[in-house]
């Protein structure tokens, strides 16, 4: 089993839907979890990053998560053609640095007008 | 505002060719990374820089050299392509390496084809 298991989609939903992207991890030190967006033929940039537990809100976009679960959501409301992009989950047990990130496969999400 | 740039934006390879991969930031930036995204792999670190005059091996890092050659720059070299190392390498930098949730900074992808 990986360590970050991410459903690949694709996700097509409607303008205006609720979308629901999720990661499951089998790690239970985890506890730094953020969520990348990466455009078609783009690098992945930084959207939410939540440390622990809870949900942390950004505009139309909420990051939840469940340790007990070991499973972590991102809602998008309100959804947008411009929100068609590829999301990568990406998690670490240590706050000292990046090479310790570990990233899902990404699940494409395309959001038709 | 460049951000991270990298060079080329595609190459093809024959097998047993080399290659070096440049990536250069403008952001003052201690960190830097070489990633390679693969389909149903997602990102997988090659090499790492955690500041000027240091490298370290990442996940997946046998095929591959890298040379921190100044703050700015970090090269990614391919002595002997496979076509194993065909995928999209990413160039990234974080202000430094201290902190998990600093953000990292990514270029806009090398997509290399080795044949």
């Known amino acids: 089993q990986k360590e970050v298991e991410q459903d690949p989609g694709p996700l097509s939903v409607p303008e205006g839907a609720i979308v629901s992207l999720n990661c499951t991890y089998s790690n239970s030190a985890f506890q730094y979890f953020m969520w990348y967006r990466q455009y078609s033929r783009k690098g992945p940039e930084l959207l939410m990053y939540?440390?622990?537990?809870g949900n942390k809100e950004d505009g139309r976009f909420t990051a939840q998560v469940d340790k007990s679960s070991k499973y972590i959501s991102l809602f998008i409301r309100d959804s947008q053609p411009s929100d068609s992009a590829t999301y990568l989950c990406?998690?670490?047990?240590?706050?000292?640095?990046?090479?310790?990130?570990?990233f899902g496969k990404g699940t494409k999400l395309t959001v038709n007008p | 505002n460049a951000g991270v740039t990298q060079t080329p934006k595609f190459q093809v390879l024959k097998t047993g060719q080399s290659m070096t991969l440049q990536c250069a930031q403008d952001?003052?930036?201690?960190?830097m990374y070489w990633y390679r995204q693969d389909p149903g792999m997602g990102l997988r670190l090659i090499y790492y820089?955690?500041?000027?005059?240091?490298?370290d091996k990442g996940e997946v890092p046998n095929g591959y050299n890298v040379s921190r050659l100044n703050k700015r720059e970090f090269s990614l070299r391919l002595e002997s392509a496979a076509p194993s190392q065909t995928s999209v390498y990413f160039c990234?930098?974080?202000?430094?390496?201290?902190?998990?949730?600093?953000?990292?900074?990514f270029g806009s992808g090398t997509q290399l084809s080795v044949l």
């Open positions: 990406a998690m670490s047990a240590d706050q000292g640095g990046s090479e310790k990130l570990v």
């Open positions: 952001m003052n930036h201690n960190s």
């Open positions: 939540t440390y622990s537990s």
């Open positions: 820089s955690a500041s000027e005059g240091t490298t």
């Open positions: 990234a930098s974080q202000r430094y390496d201290a902190r998990v949730d600093e953000k990292l900074f």
